[in-house]
């Protein structure tokens, strides 16, 4: 059997009908985006994006500032010696820094909603930042206070927006003074030199809060400050923008990892209130806030949302040399709008995945750090923070967003297995390698090409290359409590796209079929699926297959030669693969 020695050609023929598949389906969502006059419901039916995620502890220590956990699952395969797996411990962090700076937008997006008079995300942003800060100070025993408030210095030439809430009393409207307050209006009261994960400091909202305040009583908890919020929008009849805030509210600890050292800047849609309050006594809290402890675990657990934002740049059946060919048609796609700060037509492309409500909320803070990652990443694959795919962040969302997700294939009856499910089974049995890098996910979610032999396969996973290894998440265990959560959802991962749906048009568009051949001929494809191909071939460096070691990625133990030579390099110097071969020496003395 001839054994490849040179890199794939990262393009060529089998790459235009991957490339006319991306750019006919990313096409289709963008037509499909222009044509809507209103946000999709899909994009704010937050619920969509749970799956098995755990909730938020109802009881975490005071002092601590972080906590841990993992998650377990079962091998339904009941031949193998492999029972269970336990993936490795994940932090979540429960202050930051920083608050985040918030201030209004210049931008047209999302000025105006669904055609209602009245616009009022960027006080409802505001006011879901404080409920699960609130939710997270009663988990940990701790007050939330009001900071002093800052004279009201509008910037806005005809004056702020006054708003009456006549409908409410002194307490209600007090929090609503806070919260849309300049500067910093309230704050978790435990270290004074971290803050709650959704702190906020407020630029000018021009907006004020008439009527009677009292500072000097405690802020509500976090179920009144929900009632607020509910009575607030069902009396300026704001209808679905309180979920479109919550999501906006969610991804604010994501924003505020892409500047470690100093304040992050998120840009609202500028308020407009042309119709006033009606009276109220609805005391309901949103539908949202049954799930709060899932939408905080998820919000503050960013190296998963972080990868579930950027599933849908990813397609199953593509494999990494071929990267390039699936991601430079988005690109194309989303360009237009992200350059022009379009930010409401992203939303709505966007609007037929999974992951739509998550990308409404990124898009409703403006062009920021997340929004500037997209296109050096389809374009050069450069990685943000946390774009690395997350085999438990998938379990959470039900969102596949790496090959390792999918289930494992059977080795051919001709001896051999795809590169695909070896390096599975690398991640599955990482415990038995001597190095701890198999217990991580390679950088993106793109497959290793081809197949290899059974025989170039490493002994510490070779005995289970004929198993199915059907994997089935079972619970996330917190630490130091081992309290065990089954997640919010009772079925297991959904096998679904998290791209646009659809496959664009079945007849071929001459225009189209042009795009495709500039794209053919793009650098772009080249250095993308190049990328993604020493990435994944990185991660398992150490593992050389024969005709493989020095072409793709450098192999760190010496030249690419014969393992079974006397002169070998990596006999003399590498004690793992020493062991490696006698042991197959072994195997076949006694054949």
């Known amino acids: ?177 806070a919260v849309v307050a300049q500067g910093v209006g309230w704050f978790l009261a435990a270290n004074l030199e971290e803050v709650s994960p959704w702190a906020l400091s407020m630029s000018d909202l021009g907006v004020d809060i008439v009527g009677q305040v009292d500072f000097e009583q405690p802020p509500p908890t976090a179920r009144q400050a929900a009632t607020y919020l509910a009575r607030f929008c069902h009396a300026f009849s704001l209808g679905n923008q309180s979920s479109a805030a919550l999501a906006a509210a969610l991804s604010i600890p994501l924003h505020a990892t892409m500047i470690a050292w100093a304040p992050v800047t ?72 992200i350059e022009e700060e379009d930010l409401e ?5 966007f609007s037929s995945t999974r992951v739509a409500p998550l990308w409404l909320g990124v898009a409703l803070c403006g062009r920021g750090g997340i929004v500037e990652s997209i296109l050096s990443f389809l374009t050069k694959l450069h990685d943000y923070p946390f774009s690395r795919p997350d085999i438990d962040a998938a379990a959470w969302t039900g969102i596949p967003q790496s090959f390792l997700d999918a289930q494992r294939t059977q080795p051919s009856s001709r001896g051999t297995v795809t590169r695909a499910d070896v390096w599975r089974l690398r991640h599955d049995c990482h415990a038995e390698y001597q190095s701890n890098a198999f217990s991580y996910t390679p950088a993106f979610g793109w497959p290793p090409f081809g197949r290899m032999r059974v025989e170039d396969v490493e002994l510490e996973i070779r005995h289970h290359l004929d198993c199915s290894h059907n994997w089935i998440y079972m619970h996330w265990t917190w630490l130091p409590s081992h309290e065990r959560d ?47 191909t020493e990435s994944v071939f990185w991660w398992c460096c150490e593992q050389v297959e024969r005709g493989f070691g020095g072409t793709i990625v450098p192999w760190r133990r010496g030249p690419d030669v014969a393992l079974e030579s006397a002169e070998s390099p990596a006999k003399a110097s590498n004690p793992a693969i020493l062991k490696w071969l006698q042991d197959v020496q072994i195997q076949r003395s006694s054949a």
């Open 1 to 177: 059997m001839a054994h490849p020695s040179v890199e794939p050609p990262y393009g060529g023929p089998t790459a235009k009908p991957i490339i006319r598949r991306s750019l006919s389906r990313w096409q289709d969502a963008a037509r499909r985006a222009a044509s809507m006059q209103s946000i999709p419901e899909s994009c704010t039916d937050l619920g969509r994006v749970l799956g098995r995620i755990p909730s938020l502890p109802n009881k975490i220590h005071p002092d601590a500032e972080w906590i841990e956990g993992y998650s377990t699952w079962k091998n339904c395969d009941t031949s193998c010696c492999l029972g269970t797996k336990r993936e490795r411990d994940r932090t979540i962090d429960l202050r930051k820094s920083h608050p985040t700076t918030c201030k209004l937008s210049a931008s047209q997006s999302f000025r105006e909603w669904d055609g209602s008079p009245n616009n009022g995300i960027a006080l409802l942003v505001a006011g879901w930042a404080y409920i699960p800060s609130a939710s997270l100070a009663e988990r940990q025993g701790l007050p939330m206070e009001y900071c002093k408030p800052e004279p009201s210095d509008s910037s806005h030439p005809a004056g702020p927006i006054k708003l009456h809430l006549e409908y409410a009393k002194v307490q209600e409207r007090t929090w609503w003074r």
């Open 266 to 337: 998120i840009e609202l849609p500028a308020p407009s209130f042309a119709l006033p309050a009606i009276n109220t006594r609805r005391r309901t809290v949103p539908p949202d806030f049954q799930l709060l402890g899932y939408y905080m675990t998820l919000s503050l657990s960013t190296w998963a949302l972080g990868p579930s934002l950027w599933s849908v740049f990813w397609e199953p059946d593509v494999p990494c040399d071929l990267a390039g060919a699936w991601t430079a048609p988005i690109a194309t796609v989303l360009q237009p709008a």
């Open 345 to 349: 037509l992203v939303a709505k492309i």
């Open 486 to 532: 089954r997640g919010f959802s009772p079925e297991s991962i959904q096998a679904c796209r998290g791209g646009p749906e659809g496959n664009g048009s079945a007849d071929e568009d001459p225009a189209e079929e042009e795009s495709t051949r500039d794209l053919h001929d793009s650098p772009v494809v080249h250095h993308v699926s190049r990328t993604a």
